[in-house]
T-cell receptor, first 110, second 113 residues
Framework: QKEVEQNSGPLSVPEGAIASLNCTYS??????FFWYRQYSGKSPELIMF????GDKEDGRFTAQLNKASQYVSLLIRDSQPSDSATYLC??????????FGTGTRLTIIP | DAMVIQNPRYQVTQFGKPVTLSCSQT?????MYWYQQKSSQAPKLLFH???????NEADTPDNFQSRRPNTSFCFLDIRSPGLGDAAMYLC????????????FGPGTRLLVL
């Protein structure tokens, strides 16, 4: 069974601080990893994707992948109230499909 | 702008009354997916089309069917909706199947009375 695990939260972070979201997955052969942001009542919106070990930065967002330890994380620097949402981790296990975690609910406190 | 469009955004139906949800895309992507998402749960893949090749998930109820008449359009048919089928239905597309990013439409929220 291929699984993606996330802490459901809620995770509360003061405005301006760094929010750190973590995700673990069950299969070492996994190929690609995605972070989606989902506001309440809305559809998922792609934030980042990462394929290789290490860090990938895009503006205030950094994705970190460690395939040996089977985790992927998302860092959000200078957190803003508009970052308050549920963040979904998704993994392509090489079977043409994405498997989603249940998401971490992030709240940025002004 | 190229995008994934879903209609309607909100759909109310009666228990047992067939309903069809539609999805269209201007991205010219080969793959189209249908997900069901209930509150505080992960999106659950129902099926996907790679071009005209239909791929059903093993645990998708027979009550759910899909059609893809052309590259741009894909439909989700729920033949006899039950109360447990109330959910957000998400359509997504990707250029290809392996490693490709999936792009989601705005979703259709289905309410079953």
């Amino acid at each position: 069974q291929k699984e993606v695990e996330q802490n459901s939260g809620p995770l509360s972070v003061p405005e301006g601080a760094i929010a750190s979201l973590n995700c673990t997955y069950s299969d070492r052969g996994s190929q690609s990893f995605f972070w989606y942001r989902q506001y309440s009542g809305k559809s998922p919106e792609l934030i980042m994707f990462i394929y290789s070990n290490g860090d990938k930065e895009d503006g205030r967002f950094t994705a970190q992948l460690n395939k040996a330890s089977q985790y992927v994380s998302l860092l959000i620097r200078d957190s803003q109230p508009s970052d308050s949402a549920t963040y979904l981790c998704a993994v392509n296990f090489g079977n043409e499909k994405l498997t989603f975690g249940t998401g971490t609910r992030l709240t940025i406190i002004p | 702008d190229a995008m994934v469009i879903q209609n309607p955004r909100y759909q109310v139906t009666q228990f047992g009354k067939p309903v069809t949800l539609s999805c269209s895309q201007t991205l010219n992507h080969n793959v189209m997916y249908w997900y069901q998402q209930k509150s505080s749960q992960a999106p659950k893949l129902l099926f996907h089309y790679y071009d005209k090749d239909f791929n059903n998930e093993a645990d998708t109820p027979d009550n759910f069917q899909s059609r893809r008449p052309n590259t741009s359009f894909c439909f989700l048919d729920i033949r006899s909706p039950g109360l447990g089928d109330a959910a957000m239905y998400l359509c997504a597309t990707s250029r290809d199947r392996s490693r490709e990013t999936q792009y989601f439409g705005p979703g259709t929220r289905l309410l079953v009375l």
